[in-house]
């Protein structure tokens, strides 16, 4: 039948045009069903990149900021001639700062 359908697949009356029109969209079909999956998937891998790229921003402002924390905790211990640690020194920090509320 397939054979039948292409052969007689030339320009002409609008029977033949039919015909070969749902030839061609059973052919066709597939290839759109999978084109359509594709695009599902660039769009999810493109929403993907952006929430790593965010994330990305995030984590790296976070490396900054305890970067400054330990940088502030090592200028504390040599003021105070103290080992402290980064966290000590946020800790110390947060106790000051609720004692000057209390």
């Known amino acids: ?3 039948q359908v292409n052969s007689s697949c030339t ?3 609008k029977e033949k045009d039919t015909l070969c029109g749902t030839y061609c969209y059973q052919v066709v079909k ?9 695009k ?3 769009k999810q ?14 984590i790296s ?3 900054d900021r305890i ?16 080992e402290t640690t980064g ?10 700062e609720n004692e000057r509320v209390l």
Do not use: C, H, W
């Open 40 to 42: 599902s998937n660039t």
């Open 61 to 63: 402002s976070l490396n």
């Open 11 to 13: 320009a002409g009356s």
């Open 45 to 58: 891998f493109t929403e993907l990149q952006d929430k790593i790229k965010e994330q990305a921003a995030i």
């Open 87 to 96: 966290y000590e020194y946020t800790q110390r920090l947060s106790d000051s």
């Open 30 to 38: 597939p290839l759109l069903q999978f084109a359509d999956s594709v």
């Open 67 to 82: 970067e400054l924390i330990r940088s502030s905790g090592r200028r504390q211990s040599r003021v105070s001639g103290e």
């Open 1 to 3: 039948m397939v054979l």
